[in-house]
């Protein structure tokens, strides 16, 4: 079943790229946001951002109880970390990274990490929604409002005192956007 999932979504991005979604001489994932970016606030990009969003809660349209598959990529056990009911610290993994495979590596360096030296922390799995950057950028501040409310209600359901991004975008909608009375929010831009 892993293997299906992941094969489909190599297959997924090679469709993306071919379609001109992808840039660089490597063909890396730019995602939706350079896509509207490239073409403003296209009509019909928005109204497409709003109901993938709206109906997967990730802008990349994949079922988002996918979102922790990458925890069972090398068979270690990390899975645990998406069933806490409690823990000090929350490791954000963000969308690129949850779903992209070139992207998942740094996830899982970071739960490697965290993992071996014994920091008490989960990660959200498909309790995680997107950070609503980009919806916020496209003016749709209602959807971002729901992304906004659902991320941090796990947040504080979990009872967590510092959040962790490795993504920069969802560090800096958090930063200014979302705001938890008695939550760190700490940006990890490389693993030691």
Same mark, same amino acid.
């Given at each position: 079943m892993l293997q299906e999932i992941i094969l489909q979504r190599r297959l997924q991005e090679r469709m993306f790229c071919d379609k001109g979604v992808c840039s660089g001489v490597h063909g890396k994932w730019t995602g939706l946001a350079d896509a509207v970016a490239a073409h403003g606030h296209d009509p019909q990009v928005v109204e497409t951002a709003k109901l993938i969003t709206n109906q997967h809660h990730n802008l990349f349209g994949y079922p988002n109880e996918e979102r922790g598959l990458w925890l069972r990529l090398e068979g270690n056990g990390f899975t645990q970390y998406a069933?806490?009911?409690?823990?000090?610290?929350?490791? &954000?993994?963000?969308?690129?990274?949850?779903?992209?495979?070139?992207?998942?590596?740094?996830?899982?360096?970071?739960?490697?990490?965290?993992?071996? @030296?014994?920091?008490? &922390?989960?990660?959200?799995?498909?309790?995680? *929604?997107?950070?609503?950057?980009?919806?916020?950028?496209?003016?749709? @501040?209602?959807?971002?409002?729901?992304?906004?409310?659902?991320?941090?209600?796990?947040?504080?359901?979990?009872?967590?005192?510092?959040?962790? &991004?490795?993504?920069?975008?969802?560090?800096?909608? *958090?930063?200014? @956007?979302?705001?938890?009375?008695?939550?760190?929010?700490?940006?990890?831009?490389?693993?030691?």
């Amino acid at each position: 079943m892993l293997q299906e999932i992941i094969l489909q979504r190599r297959l997924q991005e090679r469709m993306f790229c071919d379609k001109g979604v992808c840039s660089g001489v490597h063909g890396k994932w730019t995602g939706l946001a350079d896509a509207v970016a490239a073409h403003g606030h296209d009509p019909q990009v928005v109204e497409t951002a709003k109901l993938i969003t709206n109906q997967h809660h990730n802008l990349f349209g994949y079922p988002n109880e996918e979102r922790g598959l990458w925890l069972r990529l090398e068979g270690n056990g990390f899975t645990q970390y998406a069933q806490k009911e409690r823990a000090a610290v929350v490791y &954000f993994v963000g969308c690129k990274q949850s779903f992209l495979i070139p992207s998942q590596q740094t996830a899982l360096d970071i739960v490697k990490e965290l993992s071996r @030296d014994g920091v008490d &922390f989960a990660v959200l799995g498909d309790r995680e *929604w997107c950070c609503g950057r980009v919806l916020k950028g496209l003016g749709l @501040d209602e959807e971002f409002e729901v992304c906004k409310q659902h991320n941090s209600g796990e947040i504080q359901r979990l009872k967590a005192k510092q959040v962790i &991004f490795t993504c920069h975008s969802c560090y800096d909608v *958090w930063h200014n @956007d979302y705001h938890i009375d008695g939550v760190e929010l700490i940006y990890r831009k490389s693993i030691n």
